[in-house]
């Protein structure tokens, strides 16, 4: 595709329920990072791919937070048991990394989390 | 662990006026700094990166690094309504985010 595709674009669970966020990057893009933003936040960073190497999982804030990026390209964000305070939007970007993965990051349109 | 900060906002200009937009980073050895913009409701983008220490113009945009006092600025000049957004600086790589200043640009 043209650019990161995210979905579902709104999710609405109840609390204790699983939910997962799937990310498809720009073909080619070898980083993709998942950050969450909630409301009137900034950006808080959750965790990093790069190529084959290990994720760099240091934001994810609780173990109930996974990620996967299967064959280098679509990550799904699992978040299981999820609770109130894991409202947000959670934000996709990919990018054409060098090196140590400075570079322009390209933004998903996000997928708007709801737990009631 | 990395910290940016923006502490300042939000903040209100008239059309025309220039916007000066200020952040901090604590970590010395960092060395790629951005700009992205997020409209309401939209997700960020880029605007500006900066490498070196000194000024760094892009249009009405100029992005402003001094790595000594760890401190990396973004002026609008002659800023326009289409201007008002939330400003994020980021710095580095996975890129450790501001949480933003939110510049409106009165007609």
């Known amino acids: 595709g043209a650019g990161v595709s995210q979905s579902p674009s709104n999710k609405v669970t109840e609390k204790g329920k699983d939910v997962e966020l799937r990310c498809d990057p720009i073909?080619?893009?070898?980083?993709l990072y998942w950050y969450r933003q909630s409301l009137g936040q900034g950006l808080e960073f959750l965790i990093y791919f790069q190529g084959n190497s290990a994720p760099d999982k240091s934001g994810l804030p609780s173990d109930r937070f996974s990620a996967e990026r299967t064959g280098g390209s679509v990550s799904t964000l699992t978040i299981q048991r999820t609770q109130q305070e894991d409202s947000a939007v959670y934000l996709c970007a990919s990018s054409l990394a060098a090196g140590d993965g400075t570079g322009e990051l390209f933004f998903g349109e996000g997928s708007r989390l709801t737990v009631l | 662990q990395k910290e940016v900060e923006q502490n300042s906002g939000p903040l209100s200009v008239p059309e025309g006026a220039i916007a000066s937009l200020n952040c901090t980073y604590s970590?010395?050895?960092?060395?790629?700094f951005f700009w992205y913009r997020q409209y309401s409701g939209k997700s960020p983008e880029l605007i500006m990166s900066i490498y070196s220490n000194g000024d760094k113009e892009d249009g009405r945009f100029t992005a402003q690094l001094n790595k000594a006092s760890q401190y990396v600025s973004l002026l609008i000049r002659d800023s326009q309504p289409s201007d008002s957004a939330t400003y994020l600086c980021a710095v580095d790589s996975k890129l450790t985010f501001g949480k933003g200043i939110t510049l409106s640009v009165r007609p």
């Open positions: 970590d010395r050895v960092s060395q790629s």
């Open positions: 073909s080619g893009h070898t980083a």
